[in-house]
């Protein structure tokens, strides 16, 4: 029998019904943008669809379009642990129907990590973007802990699916006033826009720095040279006031 973990997160951070759900992430992937087909990764936020949306659809539709596997790599909000894990299941599952699970890279990255399962946001809300723009791919599900080893992940990665796309998810600042968040903000894009993962600093105010740390270290591992900035967002412009926002962006590095 398949090894399905199943969605946690339906009809809170995205619809649980299927059509409304297909029908939003097609709208928010109808943006101005074009495919960048020599991209290697993406960064995007995490938060409900109606907050952290059009800044992540603006990620997910400039990757390139010939993508077969995604590696998501997510931080851990709700369950503690040290390290990173990876999820040896069959399939994610949304209200899109199952999303499957590279079993070759993730049973390879599993000998190397831990494989705690758990539902995870961070994680799940990447996976209706990709059963979109991605129908036919799979993905390979890693969640990180407190202090995990980011330069040690990523060169698993690059052993284990050199080819494959990076999706690395991340909020930027909590809960500050909107001219303060954007201050704080700004010191994370210019770090990922130098392509160093030395400037992905634990100072940073980023839940997902190490997942971005990661992909900077796999751009490395890739000989890439360029990030861009795609979108940047606040909770403010989704309506929901100045004095406590949380800061959105996506970028991407290029090879």
Sequence with gaps: MDNVLRSGFAGSFYPADPADL???VSKLLDNSCEPVENALGIVVPHAGYIYSGKTAGYGFASAPNNVTTVVVIAPSHRFPFRGE???????ME?????????????????????????NEHSLEVMI???QIKWPDADIVPIVL??????????????????????????????????????????????????VSPEKITESLEACGKSAIRTLLHIAALRKAEKAIELHYSTSADAGAGTEEVVGYFCGMVIQ
């Design 128 to 130: 209706p973007f990709i």
């Design 22 to 24: 297909e029908v939003m």
């Design 94 to 118: 949304t209200p899109l129907g199952m999303c499957p699970v590279n079993r070759k890279v993730t049973g390879r990255l599993a000998s190397e990590m831990e494989t705690v399962i758990f």
């Design 145 to 194: 802990g407190m202090k995990p080893d980011c330069r040690k992940a990523a060169r698993l990665i690059q052993q284990f699916a050199p080819d494959a796309f990076i999706v690395a998810s991340s909020d930027l600042s909590h809960f500050y006033p909107l001219h303060v968040a954007k201050k704080l903000d700004r010191l994370v894009i210019d770090a990922f826009l130098t």
């Design 85 to 91: 894990t990876v999820f040896d299941t069959d399939f």
